[in-house]
Nanobody, 114 residues
Framework: QVQLVESGGGLVQPGGSLRLSCVAS????????MGWYRQAPGKERELVAV??????NITDAVRGRFTISRNKLQNAAYLQMNNLKPEDTAVYYC?????????WGQGTQVTVSS
């Protein structure tokens, strides 16, 4: 089994920064895709940024403000979020996919408000 543990959400003022972390433990496979989706109230879950060894995919709404990075072991993903806007308010979900499974984290709330 693989477990995902997220951390780093919270309340921040517009223009502020947050860093989300997601760590996979257990029988993870190092050849994988990890990243982040988000879901705002009343909206569908949408991709924010995902990364694997071959490719990084980041949505236009956050490009230039958010950066996704991975660790060497390929069992963690980080989302550095700068210049946050109220429209970034959502529950952010870590995503993990390897050749066997797709997994979601429990979600972490990000609220951007003055």
């Amino acid at each position: 089994q693989v477990q995902l543990v997220e951390s780093g959400g919270g309340l921040v003022q517009p223009g502020g920064s947050l860093r989300l972390s997601c760590v996979a433990s257990g029988n993870y496979i190092s050849v994988n895709t990890m990243g982040w989706y988000r879901q705002a109230p009343g909206k569908e879950r949408e991709l924010v940024a995902v990364h694997n060894r071959a490719n990084t995919n980041i949505t236009d709404a956050v490009r230039g403000r958010f950066t996704i990075s991975r660790n060497k072991l390929q069992n963690a993903a980080y989302l550095q979020m700068n210049n946050l806007k109220p429209e970034d308010t959502a529950v952010y979900y870590c995503y993990y996919r390897d050749r066997i499974r797709n997994l979601w984290g429990q979600g972490t709330q990000v609220t951007v408000s003055s």
